[in-house]
């Protein structure tokens, strides 16, 4: 394992944790296991008592890094960036990986490195979204003269990230230089809008959600027998901001949407590492049936394309991406 280094300092660490235990409430694996030991709380107890990565293991692995604890947390932990510190000093003292950690991609998986002189870049990841929904989203975002989509779209990046390796800093540069000509990044991965709000300050940082959701043809599409479906990662990495943003949304349009009584979003998961290496296991599925317990809606809209298949494998009601919408 090479060296590591952090994407972020730490507001607060696991050291400002009272206990009080309110991350339980929004923890997915915590609804799911009823088990105290995989949750932020107990990781972060342990760590005060002295005990080491590698001994609460199991936990940090755990961890769906879905973000809803950071803006429930009353002492306001950056606990997202905490959750990463562990798995990088877990992996220090590991030999061995869980098998849904990412295989390290070469760098000539990029087959075009030009650079996009764009002013709003579209960055799909690993989403899934294919090509013509790519080129869809491209047209809706102002038509390939404003737009652009990436070749380089960071997915391996993210996946270091959520894992808790080495980034590397040429790969970084590079990611970067591509996108120096944008004002607008569109970014699939939530997990990538943190650090790229540090790598690239001034410029624009947003989901699909709120790209798509700023076009007003899309906005009136949605009604209130529509569930929608926030991407958890990036509306929790600037939760003050978005919280607003939904708010007029759901106002607006009058939907219903994945977010409990503090507007914390209820995560899936299905954007993990371990979802996409089994969305079973990962705990995809009972998520996604709590979301959807005593909705009584006729569509459900995801911004994350990885939603789509969960929810089709637990209801019958139509799922469709939000780019669907028109
Ligand atoms: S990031 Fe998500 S899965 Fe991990 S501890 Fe927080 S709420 Fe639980
Ligand atoms: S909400 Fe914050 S302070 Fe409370 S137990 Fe969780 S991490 Fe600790």
Partial sequence: MPKTKSIKKNKKGYESCSGCGVCLLVCPQWRRTSSMSVTRKARARAMQAGV?????????????????????????ISITSMNIEQRIRLNRARSKYPSWYPVPLKKAFISDNSILRRSTIVLAGGSGLGQKTCEHIINLL?????????????????????????????????????????????????ILHLPLREWLPGKKIKGFGEALMDIRAIRRSLGPEDMYIIESRGYHSDFERLVKYYDRLRHETGCQMNLDLQRIAIPTGASSLQARHNIETAGCLEHAKWIMKGRRVKRIVVEDFADIKVFQLITDIPVIHISGLI
Avoid: H, Q, W
């Fill in 52 to 76: 080491l990565p590698e001994e609460i293991a199991s936990s940090i692995d755990a961890c769906l890094v879905c973000g809803s604890c950071e803006p429930a947390c009353p002492e306001e």
């Fill in 142 to 190: 102002g038509g390939s003269k404003k737009a652009g989509l990436a070749a380089d779209d960071g997915r391996d990046i993210a996946a270091l990230i959520e894992a808790g390796m080495v980034l590397d800093d040429e790969r970084i540069k590079y990611f970067l230089n591509n996108l120096r000509y944008a004002d607008t990044l569109v970014v699939a991965e939530g």
